[in-house]
T-cell receptor, first 116, second 110 residues
Framework: SAVISQKPSRDICQRGTSLTIQCQVDSQVTMMFWYRQQPGQSLTLIATANQGSEATYESGFVIDKFPISRPNLTFSTLTVSNMSPEDSSIYLC?????????????FGPGTRLTVL | QKEVEQDPGPLSVPEGAIVSLNCTYSNSAFQYFMWYRQYSRKGPELLMYTYSSGNKEDGRFTAQVDKSSKYISLFIRDSQPSDSATYLCAMKAGGFKTIFGAGTRLFVKA
């Protein structure tokens, strides 16, 4: 199975600052997703980041707060901007190789963010 | 009504028990059905996936899909303390967004 890695694995940040989370995949993939998972909750999709197009954001998430880059088929970044304690969460990247691998999503290990 | 309903638990069972985890859904277009296991402080790990109806077995795990009832299940035989985790069901209609259940927390007591 492919490897999906994220950096950093965890961070503690001050209110008002920004953090950029990196997601690296060891094989090329078109469809990449960013999720948030708050304590004890399920997954909330932030945006879909397909290479070659602008990220598509879900309701309640905006580009100014969560800018995303997708420079190539193996890498993406999510920035959490102007952070507040409400942004404390686990942030997960996920990929879907489509029918090549069963049309299912695979997840990275997550980035645990705490905002003070 | 949510598209996917899953009881969050927690579900506590003794070691060796058979565990049954379930989800119901409302969208008849769903064709791909997945179960993910998520340990504390880790990302979700794909455990089982099934296309359309039927059963799929992998070791101690069996996934069942009943499209007529819009109901999916995951059975864990001979449960172990290492099975203690949150189990998320997920489903999609090919090419569309994956919809996740809320996750069921499972505790297997030694």
């Amino acid at each position: 199975s492919a490897v999906i890695s994220q950096k950093p694995s965890r961070d503690i940040c001050q209110r008002g600052t920004s953090l950029t989370i990196q997601c690296q995949v060891d094989s090329q993939v078109t469809m990449m997703f960013w999720y948030r998972q708050q304590p004890g909750q399920s997954l909330t999709l932030i945006a879909t980041a397909n290479q070659g197009s602008e990220a598509t954001y879900e309701s309640g998430f905006v580009i100014d707060k969560f800018p995303i880059s997708r420079p190539n088929l193996t890498f993406s970044t999510l920035t959490v901007s102007n952070m507040s304690p409400e942004d404390s969460s686990i942030y997960l990247c996920s990929v879907d190789w489509g029918s090549d691998r069963g049309d299912t999503q695979y997840f990275g290990p997550g980035t645990r963010l705490t905002v003070l | 009504q949510k598209e996917v309903e899953q009881d969050p638990g927690p579900l506590s069972v003794p070691e060796g028990a058979i565990v049954s985890l379930n989800c119901t859904y409302s969208n008849s277009a769903f064709q791909y059905f997945m179960w993910y296991r998520q340990y504390s402080r880790k990302g979700p790990e794909l455990l089982m996936y099934t296309y359309s109806s039927g059963n799929k077995e992998d070791g101690r795990f069996t996934a069942q899909v009943d499209k007529s009832s819009k109901y999916i299940s995951l059975f864990i035989r001979d449960s172990q303390p290492s099975d203690s985790a949150t189990y998320l069901c997920a489903m999609k209609a090919g090419g569309f967004k994956t919809i996740f259940g809320a996750g069921t927390r499972l505790f297997v007591k030694a």
